[in-house]
């Protein structure tokens, strides 16, 4: 099975809610999809969000260095070469950790085609029902307290809450969510980088001293503030967890050899995909620490990508931020992975095991080769 045509497409989905963090507000999941295309006719599908103040990665960047620097490589190649694949989509070029992830989703999506059997399996899982959080976005106390009942209304029980644009206002907003919810739900908090360190030590030791219980704190201070998560870590009692801040293996490395986190929150947008996020896991489990499989946002193509790698690595993944369908109106994905509410059902059919999909928008100057 060799590669063909590398292609792209948009495909965008209207959220239910806007999605406000401490750096950014969206309403709509925009994906660029790559379709890779086989000489024997099988299709591969990865996708990826754009996300400049993140991983500094667009829609236009993706396609360009795709097109210009690791798409030529890759054409001819045999999908069987997994390790080959992902080596020269890694190396090619340095940064675009998005481009190579949604590159790397479509050629692991054909591997299990090649093979004819779900991703999940070949990579050593087993486990095919997951179930995820959901994001609860920043804003007045009145309409998160209104969005948290309707989470739990929807069957959620963990509700992973957006803070970190007033520290005053984001520990009285903490406070009132776990008044009403602590009964029914996990409460696991997101700051988005929105505190210093010495805020997060005021706000976490003055919300405990209240009797707030927290499953996690993700992403306290700046991601390139490893000190300050070392003295988050080291005066609180609630488990803090890098997300910005650990993007490579290394970096996941540097961080537990400190102490600096008790939890890593893998995102293939930040690793470049799946054979770096397995990488990842694999290093966790050595350090005996915990992971969060999380996104940014996309939709249910490279959700199914991450729900693939959680279940191969459920040893090491043991809690699931995979909710960026439900967030939307409508998935337009048919067949593959299921995202119903809280619960993830992944499928044995092939790959990703995706069948069609509705609204694509092809991308005429984006095809590759011409």
């Known amino acids: 099975m060799k590669i063909k045509a590398i292609r792209f497409a948009k495909l965008k989905v209207p959220l239910v809610t806007p999605f406000k963090t ?8 925009e994906d660029l999809v790559v379709i890779i295309e086989t000489h024997c006719g099988q299709i591969g599908y990865g996708s990826a969000a754009s996300t400049p103040v993140i991983t500094g990665d667009t829609h236009q960047g993706m396609i360009s260095v795709i097109k210009q620097f690791i798409a030529p490589k890759l054409l001819g190649l045999e999908i069987e070469n997994i390790n080959q694949l992902t080596h020269i989509i890694q190396t090619t070029v340095v940064g675009n950790s998005s481009a190579k992830a949604a590159l790397e989703i479509a050629v692991y999506d054909l591997w299990g085609k090649l093979y004819k059997a779900p991703l999940y399996k070949l990579l ?3 486990q095919s ?6 994001t609860i976005s920043v804003d007045n106390i009145d309409k998160m307290l ?4 309707l989470a739990v209304d929807q069957g959620f029980d963990v509700l992973k809450v957006k803070i970190g644009n007033n520290l005053n206002q984001d520990i009285e907003r903490v406070k009132a ?3 009403g919810f602590a009964s029914k739900a996990l409460l696991r908090l997101d700051v988005n980088q929105g505190w210093s360190a010495k805020q997060t ?10 009797g707030v219980v927290l499953e996690l704190v993700e992403q306290p201070v700046k991601s390139n503030d490893i000190q300050g998560l070392k003295y988050i870590t080291d005066r609180v009692n609630t488990p803090i967890m890098a997300d910005e801040s650990a993007f490579s293996p290394q970096q996941v490395i540097q961080l537990l050899e400190l102490g600096a986190v008790d939890i890593i929150n893998i995102k293939l947008m930040k690793t470049g995909g799946l054979s770096r996020a397995i990488e990842i896991a694999n290093i966790t489990a050595q350090y005996q620490a915990q992971c969060m499989i999380g996104c940014m946002l996309e939709g249910s193509i490279a959700m199914a990508g991450a729900a693939h790698l959680a279940s191969a690595k459920a040893q090491q993944i043991s809690k699931i931020d995979l909710d960026g369908p439900a967030l939307g109106q409508y998935d337009p994905v048919q ?10 059902t992944l499928s044995d059919a092939p790959g990703l095991g995706i ?8 991308i005429t100057n984006g095809v590759w080769p011409e």
């Open 22 to 29: 401490a750096l950014r507000e969206v309403s709509f999941i």
């Open 124 to 126: 050593g899982g087993g």
């Open 129 to 134: 029902e997951l179930k995820t959080d959901i």
């Open 146 to 149: 209104s969005d948290c009942q």
């Open 177 to 179: 969510i776990y008044a």
């Open 201 to 210: 030590v005021q706000a976490l030791q003055q919300l405990e001293h209240a």
């Open 335 to 344: 067949g593959g992975v299921e995202f119903n509410g809280p619960q993830i």
């Open 355 to 362: 069948e069609s999909i509705n609204g694509l928008e092809l």
